[in-house]
Nanobody
Framework: QVQLVESGGGLVQPGGSLRLSCAASRIIFSIWDMAWYRQALGKERELVAR???????NYADSIKGRFTISRDNIKNMVYLQMNSLKPEDTAVYYCNANRPLRGTYWGQGTQVTVSS
């Protein structure tokens, strides 16, 4: 069973930064697409950023230029560097691993709150 464990969430003031981390285990990490999603209270879960096994990155328009996804295929880690945070970035952030025909897996989520 694939395991994804997020960390790094917390409370930050507007304009601040946070770095989320996701540790993956029990998968051949380098061949999986990894992504970060978020779900704000009362809203649907949405894709924030994706890093494919082929090295392609995709970002939601709302966070382009502020967030950066990166991965370490040796340490089996994926990161989300979040800069210039806004109150509307407040959400639970989820790590996701996806591979066609192999399934999709989710972490337990980490809360990010942007507030003064």
């Amino acid at each position: 069973q694939v395991q994804l464990v997020e960390s790094g969430g917390g409370l930050v003031q507007p304009g601040g930064s946070l770095r989320l981390s996701c540790a993956a285990s029990r998968i051949i990490f380098s061949i999986w697409d990894m992504a970060w999603y978020r779900q704000a209270l009362g809203k649907e879960r949405e894709l924030v950023a994706r890093s494919t096994s082929g090295g392609i990155t995709n970002y939601a328009d709302s966070i382009k230029g502020r967030f950066t996804i990166s991965r370490d295929n040796i340490k089996n880690m994926v990161y989300l560097q979040m800069n210039s945070l806004k109150p509307e970035d407040t959400a639970v952030y989820y790590c996701n691993a996806n591979r066609p025909l192999r399934g999709t897996y989710w972490g337990q989520g980490t809360q990010v709150t942007v507030s003064s």
